[in-house]
Every structure is written in C-alpha cells, then in structure tokens.
C-alpha cells in the first residue's frame, strides 16, 4: 500500500549534523501525520518528533533546539535535521506515516526499516 525508504543515517562525531530523509510511495491518497522515532540498544522506542499536514511540530523535550522536524507534501517526504547530535542521540531512527492509500476506508500507521545514527569521536 504505502512504502516508506529512509536514508540520511550514519556515523558522525559529536556537535555534527545529520540530516534524515524518508520517501512514502505507493497508493497515496492523503498523508497526515509524519515523525520520526528512535530506539536504542536496551531503550523502547520514542517519539523524537512529529508534524501534521498543516505544519504544526512537536519533539522530545530532548531534542528541542537541535532537531528540526520538515516535509514536502509535493514529495510525500519527511525531513529531520539533527544538530548539536550527542552520544546520547545515537539509536535507530524509524520514519512513520499515518496516511490512507486508495481503497482504505481509514488511515494506517505505516513503518520505514530504520537507520543506523550514530554519534561518537
């Protein structure tokens, strides 16, 4: 119905950026919420930031004035810009849509593979 593809993820020393990308496909009719969770070793998962179609965002006090949330509804693709990244921000980052594909009769929570972030000198 709806795939999602992340990239973006990799290793980086402590104060870099990165910047995560995700790429919904497939029968789309409408997506709403897009976000970002991470999960690390030993940790469960948590929602690092979230946006709805209208723009309006939300993160993990955590992350807050390091991690910037952003989509292009034209591309049906979500964006995380990581700034100031630490050790502690080093899990595996999951993309997830909420979004109907045609021939839904309500919205489903769709899931990306994960990318590896991780932060270390």
């Known amino acids: 119905q709806v795939q999602l593809v992340e990239s973006g993820g990799g290793l980086v020393q402590p104060g870099g950026s990165l910047r995560l990308s995700c790429a919904a496909s497939?029968?789309?009719?409408?997506?709403?919420?897009m976000g970002w969770y991470r999960q690390a070793p030993g940790k469960e998962r948590e929602l690092v930031a979230g946006?709805?179609?209208?723009?309006?965002?939300n993160y993990v006090d955590s992350v807050k004035g390091r991690f910037t949330i952003s989509r292009d509804n034209a591309k049906n693709t979500v964006y995380l810009q990581m700034n100031s990244l630490k050790p502690e921000d080093t899990a595996v980052y999951y993309c997830t849509v909420s979004a109907m594909a045609y021939g839904d009769y309500r919205p489903r929570d769709y899931w990306g593979q994960g990318t590896q972030v991780t932060v270390s000198s």
């Open positions: 497939g029968r789309i009719f409408s997506i709403n919420v």
């Open positions: 946006i709805i179609s209208g723009g309006s965002t």
